[in-house]
T-cell receptor, first 113, second 117 residues
Framework: NAGVTQTPKFRILKIGQSMTLQCAQD?????MYWYRQDPGMGLKLIYYSVGAGITDKGEVPNGYNVSRSTTEDFPLRLELAAPSQTSVYFC????????????FGDGTRLSIL | AQKVTQAQTEISVVEKEDVTLDCVYE???????LFWYKQPPSGELVFLIRRNSFDEQNEISGRYSWNFQKSTSSFNFTITASQVVDSAVYFC??????????????FGKGTSLLVTP
């Protein structure tokens, strides 16, 4: 049972570099989400998707982009890494209803130096 | 505006003590869902419980219990006879049926629980 798989688990980037955080789920969930977790701040929504080809901004989208070409995959792109993007990133997925819990990946710890 | 407030930033207890983690939420929706997640030191998020707005029954699962009160907009979590393995950050979260963000979770800032031997 893979659930939600995030890669990589850790990464250090230099300011201005780009990278893609990968997220894949094997539960056939329509809804997928990216959150970031900063110390003492809980998790904040970056982007979400309600199905293949449909994405929308969350609370803190600046500096990020997403795409959803398949039901399974929801990559998060950082184009020009900035120190403010140092965080732990979580991908999650769920069925198309608020009553079901979201399933989270193990997170990607990203440091921008 | 903060939709979920966890006023307790850190709590420290001695093993076998009971501890209650507070959660207060704010919503205009009549249909909504409340969740508790546990984040152990290893960092993953573990789902503990879901409660919908129409079900105010309290729930008990082993040493864990939850008290949902719509009158005070609270969804508190009690650990009875705490153990060292309960040390973690606990998040309360809200999902709204009329959300404009695809049922995304609104998280509180979390309560860090430390249980010492």
């Amino acid at each position: 049972n893979a659930g939600v798989t995030q890669t990589p688990k850790f990464r250090i980037l230099k300011i201005g570099q780009s990278m893609t955080l990968q997220c894949a789920q094997d539960m056939n969930h329509n809804y997928m989400y990216w959150y970031r977790q900063d110390p003492g701040m809980g998790l904040k929504l970056i982007y979400y998707s309600v199905g293949a080809g449909i994405t929308d901004k969350g609370e803190v989208p600046n500096g990020y982009n997403v795409s959803r070409s398949t039901t399974e995959d929801f990559p998060l792109r950082l184009e020009l890494a900035a120190p403010s993007q140092t965080s732990v990133y979580f991908c999650a997925s769920s069925y198309a209803t608020g009553r079901q819990p979201q399933h989270f990946g193990d997170g990607t710890r990203l440091s921008i130096l | 505006a903060q939709k979920v407030t966890q006023a307790q930033t850190e709590i420290s207890v001695v093993e076998k003590e009971d501890v209650t983690l507070d959660c207060v939420y704010e919503t205009r929706d009549t249909t909504y869902y409340l969740f508790w997640y546990k984040q152990p030191p290893s960092g993953e998020l573990v789902f503990l419980i879901r409660r919908n707005s129409f079900d105010e029954q309290n729930e008990i699962s082993g040493r864990y219990s939850w008290n949902f009160q719509k009158s005070t907009s609270s969804f508190n979590f009690t650990i009875t006879a705490s153990q060292v393995v309960d040390s973690a950050v606990y998040f309360c979260a809200l999902s709204e049926d009329n959300s404009n963000s695809g049922y995304a979770l609104n998280f509180g800032k979390g309560t860090s629980l430390l249980v010492t031997p």
